[in-house]
């Protein structure tokens, strides 16, 4: 599992969806706290739509230093619908299995 692996994975998910920490990581055969700190440590958030990713719980979670409002605004920009600080299940990407 490499940092790599995990951002090839979220550069494949649609930009009218996200997904979750713990589908990247499923995916990407890591931890979600390990996806977390990739996302966390982003370098290239133009490249590496890490906004895209969400808590399983669907809340939009945070955006570094950029807060989440900024998420939001850029989810929103996506065509993804937040309501109360959290996505829509039908916005989720999930990888095949």
Do not use: Q, W
């Not at 590496?48 to 399983?56: A, E, H, L, Q, T």
């Not at 989810?75 to 095949?96: A, H, M, S």
């Amino acid at each position: 599992m490499s940092r790599e692996k995990v951002y090839e994975l979220l550069k494949k998910v649609p930009k009218d969806k996200v997904t979750t920490y713990r589908e990247l990581a499923r995916a990407a055969g890591t931890h979600p706290r390990a996806v977390a700190v990739f996302m966390k440590t982003n370098r290239d958030p133009v490249g590496i739509p890490c906004f895209r990713v969400i808590m399983s719980s669907g809340r939009v979670g945070g955006y570094g230093s950029l807060g989440t409002e900024k998420k939001i605004e850029l989810l929103k920009k996506n065509g993804i619908k937040v309501r109360n600080g959290k996505v829509e299940p039908e916005y989720v990407y999930r990888f095949g299995k």
